[in-house]
């Protein structure tokens, strides 16, 4: 199987910055596209950043320029750079790759992370 776990979330104030990583392992063969989502009390989970494989990445409107997603296909890991933090930035940011695993590389599957807590303060 394959498991996601991701790290870096916490408490910061409005202005100042986290990373989040995300390392994949497990019976990989290759990851597609990773990406961020974050899911704020009450509401559903939307997307905040992919970047595929290649490195090709897009942003939410509400992040762009702000946020900057990376990755390092070596250590099957996606990363989250978060500057510039607003209190609207809070919320439970859960990280997503797209995996073919040894075995069955005729397609690819959706993981998610357990999520990482980011709550800032105004």
């Known amino acids: 199987q394959v498991q996601l776990v991701e790290s870096g979330g916490g408490l910061v104030q409005a202005g100042g910055s986290l990373r989040l990583s995300c390392a994949a392992s497990g019976s990989i063969f290759s990851i597609k596209n990773m990406a961020w989502y974050r899911q704020a009390p009450g509401k559903q989970r939307d997307l905040v950043a992919r970047i595929s494989s290649d490195g090709s990445t897009n942003y939410a409107d509400s992040v762009k320029g702000r946020f900057t997603i990376s990755r390092d296909n070596a250590k099957n890991t996606v990363y989250l750079q978060m500057d510039s933090l607003i209190p609207e930035d809070t919320a439970v940011y859960y990280c997503?790759?797209?995996?073919?695993?040894?075995?069955?590389?005729?397609?690819?599957?959706?993981?998610w992370g357990q999520g990482t807590q980011v709550t800032v303060s105004k």
């Open positions: 997503n790759a797209e995996v073919v695993r040894i075995g069955a590389e005729y397609t690819a599957f959706s993981y």
